[in-house]
Structure formats: C-alpha cells, structure tokens
C-alpha cells in the first residue's frame, strides 16, 4: 500500500518497489512506473497501485471423471503482473487518494479469475479420464494440463499475466470410494502381511528344527564321543589291568626265582647236612661196627659160660622186671659146672699168704 502524506491542498505520495504506480491528473496518465514519488493535488488525481511481486493462489474444487466418480484437486497457482498499464485496463486497482487503499478489491477478482481458469483445466482432464488413472498418473498430468492452458490459452497473457508455477498438492476420491479403493490394497497388504508373518512362522519353525537337529547331533555327537571315552577308559583299565598283572607276574616270578634259588640253597644246605649226618651216621655204623666186631671177636674167644653169663646180663638189663627164671637140667648143669670152674679158677689166681 502506498504511503500517502496529507498537507494543505497537496499530498505526497511515496510507493514501494515492489508496486507498479500509476498517476492520472485530470484524465490523462502523467506517470507510470515502480515506485514513484511525486506531489499531487487530491481533486483532480486518479491513482492505481498494482503488486508487482509474485502472488500465490491456493485452490481446491471437485471434478467428475470419466466414469464419472467425484475426484478433489488441490493445489496452487503461482504468477505475476507482467504487464501492470494492460492488467489496469482489465481490473480496476485505483487507490483512494487519501488513504491509498484500493476502492474495490482486485486481488480477489484476479484470484477468482486464475482458480477458474485452473479449474477449467483439470474439469476438461478429469472429465476424459477414468478414476484410476487420474489417481495413479493424475497429479504430474494435471499438473501439465493446467500449465498448458493458463500459459497457451491467452486469457492470462491478455491480462498481462505471467504464469510462474502449477503445483498439484493431491487428488483424493471421496471418502466412501476411497475406502472401497484402499480396501483392495489393504486386502492385499494384509495378505502380505500374513504370508510375512507365516513366512516368519515357518522360518521360526524351521529355525526351531535346526536347532532340534543341532541339539540332537551334538547329543548324538556328546554320546559318541562318551562312547568312545569309555571304551578308551576301558583300554585303559584293561591296559592298566594287562600292566598291572605283568608287573605281578614279574614280582611272582621274580619271588619264585628267589625262593627257587633260596630253596636250591637250603636244598644244598640240607643235602650237605644229610651228606654230613650220613657221614657221621656212616662214621659212627662204622664204629659201632667195629666195636661190635671187636666185641663178637672178644666173645668168641670167651667160653660159652661167660657167653652165656653175658647174655643173662643183658637180657637183664633190657628188661625192667623179672618175676621168674626157669632153667632146665642142662642149663642148670652147665651153669653149676661153670661156676665151680670159675671159683676153682679164681681160688688158683688168688694171691698166697
């Protein structure tokens, strides 16, 4: 809005630069540019201020395509005043001398004109194209159909209008259709999702097995390896058993080698004991052979009294009692006849007085 300063019969006037000024004095344009200064008397001034900068023009409307469902456009139109002297001939953008406000509302008219015309463009698109396809394709088609007619149909050029963007925000369907469209999609998503999670489950089971199978092969491996450390044990015991009984048998042999030979030395011992027992024993026969050979010889040089005499005498001796002698007429005889030629004999040896 431009700046107005009220002095006595005259005002200043100082506009920004972003607008295009433009000065009447008495019907006829006198200055025309971008932010003009300049003195002017009230009564006989006409001004207009156009906006230079770039304007921005948010629309939403509905349309039917094709087969013929209601689709919502939204988006937004960018332009400019390209030409401010042309657009002034079409909209009225004159300005209160006073206040410097505009006496009618141009920028809503200007809008109302560019969503229109945007809005002619995506009617005559969506009316020849199915549902479906605008949803799927539609924003970057509309988009270009739009921007094709605001720049290309001469409307906006003719005003002095240049076209700066089309942006298309979305197109939705109404909210029943658009749950009967999503409910498809969401079928298949949901199916999706349960082949997902029976995907998982199988994975998990199937994960579940191996570990089954890898828990059992490890048993089976622990059992063979237990089997394996018992029969080594048991080599080991049977080695140890086998090493044991070799060492006793070497300790037995070794004991009965030692007793062989302790028994070989007693058995010396012994038969040098019996040969000297036999020696003495032989020594002493001998002996008592000759004493007996001796005494037999001696015997036999006696006369058969004093045999008999000594026989007596030793049949004596052995025996401890003797109740009874018999002796019959010849023993009596010979006895009585010895005794008396002993007597007579010892009488004849005795020493004389």
Not at 184 to 194: F, G, N, V, W, Y
């Amino acid at each position: 809005m431009a700046d107005i300063r009220r002095f006595p019969l005259f005002r200043h006037l100082r506009a920004e630069p972003s607008v295009w000024l433009l000065h009447w004095h008495k019907g006829k344009l006198t200055q025309s540019g971008r932010g003009l200064c300049f003195w002017y008397r009230p009564l006989v001034t006409g001004l207009a201020e156009i906006p230079l900068d770039d304007r921005e023009q948010a629309y939403l409307f509905a349309g039917r395509t094709l087969d013929f469902q209601e689709a919502n456009v939204q988006g937004a139109v960018t332009f400019r005043v390209k030409e401010p002297e042309l657009l002034a001939q079409r909209l009225d953008f004159s300005i209160d001398v006073e206040t410097g406000k505009w006496l009618q509302e141009p920028l809503a008219q200007l809008a109302a004109i560019v969503t229109q015309l945007a809005q002619q463009a995506a009617t005559d698109y969506l009316a020849h194209t199915p549902l479906r396809a605008v949803l799927q394709e539609g924003v970057q088609a509309l988009r270009e159909r739009i921007d094709t007619f605001l720049r290309d149909g001469g409307e906006l050029s003719g005003m002095g209008i240049e076209l700066v963007s089309v942006r298309i925000g979305k197109i939705t369907p109404t909210s029943e259709l658009e749950k009967a469209l999503q409910a498809p999609t969401r079928e298949q998503l949901q199916q999706s999702a349960d082949e997902a999670t029976f995907a998982r489950r199988a994975l998990a089971v199937e994960k579940e097995r191996a570990i089954a199978e890898n828990e059992l092969q490890n048993k089976i491996e622990l059992a063979r390896r237990a089997q394996n450390l018992i029969q080594q044990e048991g080599q080991n015991a049977r080695r140890r058993s086998e090493e044991a009984a070799a060492a006793k048998r070497i300790d037995v042999e070794a004991l009965a080698a030692a007793r062989r030979v302790e028994a070989e030395a007693e058995a010396g011992i012994v038969k040098q004991r019996a040969d000297a027992d036999a020696h003495a024993v032989e020594l002493v026969e001998s002996a008592r052979n000759r004493a007996e050979a001796a005494k037999l010889e001696a015997w036999g040089r006696l006369p058969a009294g004093a045999l008999n005499a000594l026989a007596l005498r030793e049949v004596a001796q052995r025996l401890r009692r003797i109740d009874r002698v018999s002796l019959g007429s010849d023993a009596l005889g010979s006895l009585l006849g010895d005794l008396a030629h002993a007597g007579a004999r010892r009488l004849q040896e005795a020493p004389k007085p």
